[in-house]
């Protein structure tokens, strides 16, 4: 079992940037699908995107494409999530997750057992 720690939310207005880290510990990480998704209050969970820690492969779901970038730090045990150009509309809890999968799409992190506490972020007008 992993433990995974976030850190990086905060408030933004529209345009702006935040990085997201998420520092991982447990199990060995090299053999995981790891990744970001969020939950807006009322709203379900969504996925934002993902990284398979063996080969680097990434995915990101809509939202995230062309706007966001996973990566993952081998030497730190450090998953990354920056974003570029926030809207409203990616106001959200933001959580790491990781699980056991040979296929790595962020949809597969929603339901994760191994997944941090979130961290919150806040983009406004």
């Known amino acids: 079992q992993l433990h995974m720690v976030e850190s990086g939310g905060g408030s933004v207005q529209t345009g702006g940037s935040l990085s997201l880290s998420c520092v991982v510990s447990g199990d060995t990480v090299s053999a995981y699908c790891m990744g970001w998704f969020r939950q807006a209050p009322g709203e379900e969970r969504e996925g934002v995107a993902s990284?398979?820690?063996?080969?680097?492969?990434?995915w990101y779901d809509d939202p995230a494409k062309g706007r966001f970038t996973i990566a993952f730090d081998n030497a730190k045990n450090t998953l990354y999530l920056q974003m570029f150009r926030l809207k409203p509309e990616d106001t959200a809890m933001y959580y790491c997750?990781?699980?056991?999968?040979?296929?790595?799409?962020?949809?597969?992190?929603?339901?994760?057992?191994?997944r941090g506490q979130g961290t919150q972020v806040t983009v406004s007008l």
């Open positions: 990284i398979y820690t063996p080969g680097g492969g990434t």
């Open positions: 997750a990781a699980v056991r999968a040979e296929t790595c799409t962020p949809t597969l992190l929603l339901d994760a057992r191994d």
